[in-house]
């Protein structure tokens, strides 16, 4: 039997990659173990094709000026799980960027505030270190470890 090892949670997918100058600049450059974030010490975002994220989160609609935002925060939320960037220091700049980029992107300024107040009041277990998104197995035969 073959098994395979998978992440759930993911709606959207890249298909092609995507690079942002953020203000976001950690002290020395991050990629990621999957190799699809990358991020320069001087704010340079990389989002590789391929990457997967789960769009707008929480009660809200995914439209389109909110979803270059989500995956720019979604990225930079799991570079915070993964403990690459720390989320008591990043989170908060992370959060207002999405903000920023929403009105951009021509969200309305009301509903960008919203966006950014929803995700100061819960958004912290998604950047939590402690709750990185756990490997699923399947078939149900497949041991734990693959």
Request: glycine share 8%; hydrophobic share 30%.
């Amino acid at each position: 039997m073959t098994c395979i090892s998978y992440k759930k949670g993911y709606k959207y997918q890249l298909f092609t990659s995507y690079s942002v100058d953020i203000p976001i600049k950690p002290e020395t450059p991050i990629e990621s173990p999957s190799e699809f974030i990358v991020l320069t010490s001087d704010g340079k975002l990389t989002l590789k094709k391929g990457y997967a994220w789960d769009g707008p989160s929480g009660p809200t609609i995914d439209t389109l000026n909110f979803m270059r935002g989500s995956l720019v925060h979604d990225a930079l939320y799991q570079l915070m799980r993964e403990g690459y960037l720390d989320n008591e220091f990043y989170r908060k700049p992370a959060d207002k960027l999405l903000q920023t980029m929403c009105k951009q992107d021509g969200m309305s300024t009301i509903r960008a505030w919203w966006v950014y107040k929803g995700l100061r009041i819960g958004g912290d277990p998604a950047a939590n270190p402690d709750n990185k998104r756990p490997i699923s197995k399947a078939p149900s035969q497949c041991p734990e470890h693959v």
